[in-house]
């Protein structure tokens, strides 16, 4: 069966560090991957998602993410947090039930220190 | 026109009410998809209607009453809800049902108080 492991419930980075947020999927066939974020009080907002046309995909707010298969990884990264990236992150992937639907990570809380 | 709208945005009722949250999107998708969230917790899928049909009834309770009238319209009627059922509430869209690539686009959701 198809699903993400978010790799840590929390993490913290101080305001121009690098974002480092941790996703592995799992699946016996090419996965379509997403990365969603969610502000307090609000929805979910895409920031990028992986339909193998590129290995390396950039999203919004300067968010990017690689997928590995070899390591089956999709990891999101921005080179210098903003204060205003303090939110959730969810990695999910969809999946084939005789309907697609996308399952969603555990979730990632995102603190940003000044 | 690139959003969801989901109203009310807050509802507080008692366990014997009846009520409604509504949700709508002009953006011509034919994927609607209504959520639960309970707090620090990723939404969980509780139905997907497809072309106006109910397509995946996730094992929900049927206190919980989908209905989609039109293309652009996703009701969700309650009745008889428990306290555990307080949560915020998710609709979502997507262009095309049978499509693994579409992405999702989330109203900001109702948050639900079952007293």
């Known amino acids: 069966a198809q699903s993400v492991t978010q790799l840590g419930s929390h993490v913290s980075v101080s305001e121009g560090a690098l974002v480092l947020l941790r996703c592995n999927y799992s699946s016996s066939v090419p996965p379509y991957l997403f990365w969603y974020v969610q502000y307090p009080n609000q929805g979910l907002q895409l920031l990028l998602k992986y339909t193998s046309a590129a290995t390396l995909v950039k999203g919004i707010n300067g968010f990017e993410a690689e997928f590995k298969k070899s390591e089956t990884s999709f990891h999101l990264t921005k080179p210098s947090a903003h204060m205003s990236d303090a939110a959730e992150y969810f990695c999910a992937v969809s999946v084939d039930t005789g309907g697609f639907k996308t399952i969603f990570g555990a979730g990632t809380r995102l603190f940003v220190k000044a | 026109d690139t959003e969801v709208t989901q109203t009310p945005k807050h509802l507080v009722m008692g366990m014997t009410n009846k009520k409604s949250l509504k949700c709508e999107q002009h953006m011509g998708h034919r994927a609607m998809y209504w959520y639960k969230q309970k707090a620090k917790k990723p939404p969980e899928l509780m139905f997907v209607?497809?072309?106006?049909?109910?397509?995946i009834n996730e094992s929900v309770p049927s206190r919980f009453s989908p209905e989609c009238p039109n293309s652009s319209l996703l009701n969700l009627h309650l009745h008889a809800l428990q306290p555990e059922d307080s949560a915020l509430y998710l609709c979502a869209s997507s262009p095309g049902p049978g499509l693994a690539y579409n992405e999702q686009f989330f109203g900001p959701g109702t948050r639900l108080t079952v007293l």
């Open positions: 209607y497809s072309y106006e049909k109910l397509s």
